[in-house]
Nanobody, 127 residues
Framework: QLQLVESGGGLVQPGGSLTLSCTAS????????LGWFRQAPGKEREGVSC????????FYEDSVKGRFTSSIDNAKKTLTLQMNDLKPEDTGVYYC????????????????????WGQGTQVTVSS
């Protein structure tokens, strides 16, 4: 059974930085991607980034491109999301996920099955 555990959320002022980590345990196919979704209060879950375990090439949603950086350490089964220049609209619960990342219309498709989710970590950007 694959498990994903996130860490690193918290409260930060606008313009600040946070680093999220996600550690995976258990087996998953190499063709799966690792990535992040977020969900703000009263809104639907949305994609943030995904990165291929095979080639390490990341994809970012336009809303975070240039501010967020994702990297993967396959040996440690750890995914990291470095978030810089945070904005209040970045507030939400961030979920690590492992699935086959699909981009439709320039955005990450939110999977409804064949996906493993972490428990989520809260990120609050506020002055």
């Amino acid at each position: 059974q694959l498990q994903l555990v996130e860490s690193g959320g918290g409260l930060v002022q606008p313009g600040g930085s946070l680093t999220l980590s996600c550690t995976a345990s258990g087996f998953s196919p190499d063709y799966y991607s690792l990535g992040w979704f977020r969900q703000a209060p009263g809104k639907e879950r949305e994609g943030v980034s995904c990165i291929s375990k095979l080639d390490g090439i990341p994809f970012y949603e336009d809303s975070v491109k240039g501010r967020f950086t994702s990297s993967i350490d396959n040996a440690k089964k750890t995914l990291t999301l470095q978030m810089n220049d945070l904005k209040p609209e970045d507030t939400g619960v961030y979920y690590c996920a492992q699935w086959v990342c699909t981009v439709i219309g320039g955005s990450i498709y939110v999977p409804t099955d064949d996906v493993y989710w972490g428990q989520g970590t809260q990120v609050t950007v506020s002055s």
